[in-house]
């Protein structure tokens, strides 16, 4: 009995699967090796706390601060003036002695400010006489 005529599709794809199957069997074994060798390195930057990579917030060491200014830069009242002014908040320490009194630990208070707080302004409405 004579062999049917295979198709040109069949001969091609029956010469290429062997070529296809050890070409697949390298690429999932080069893939596996590469994520294995990368989940390594992320175990080993972790370190011993269990973090993963990222950038880390640099501290600064805690300085006792021994001089500031009430200026408008200013931010936090240090504990040293508050305990020498008896004043809680900047704007009270302004009020009282002025925008740029320095305060220096140790040494005494500026002198109060002399500025009175201006009253404030007020307007005509407009079409009133």
């Known amino acids: 009995m004579p062999k049917t005529p295979a198709s040109l599709q069949d001969i091609v794809e029956a010469a290429i699967a062997p070529v296809v199957a050890r070409f697949a069997k390298t690429v999932a074994k080069r893939v596996a ?11 080993v930057r972790a370190g ?31 504990t ?21 009194a320095a305060f220096a630990k140790g040494k005494p ?3 109060a400010s002399a500025v009175k707080a201006r009253p404030p302004l007020i307007r005509k409405a407009v079409g009133a006489k």
Do not use: N
């Open 80 to 100: 040293f003036v508050i305990e020498a002014t008896g004043l809680d908040s900047k704007k009270k320490i302004v009020a009282k002695y002025g925008e740029d």
């Open 33 to 43: 090796e590469a994520t294995a060798a990368r989940l390594a390195a992320e175990v």
């Open 48 to 78: 011993p706390r269990g973090r993963v990579g990222g950038a880390r917030k640099a501290r600064r060491a805690r300085v006792e601060v021994t001089k500031w200014v009430a200026d408008r830069r200013a931010r936090r009242v240090p």
């Open 109 to 111: 208070l500026p002198p």
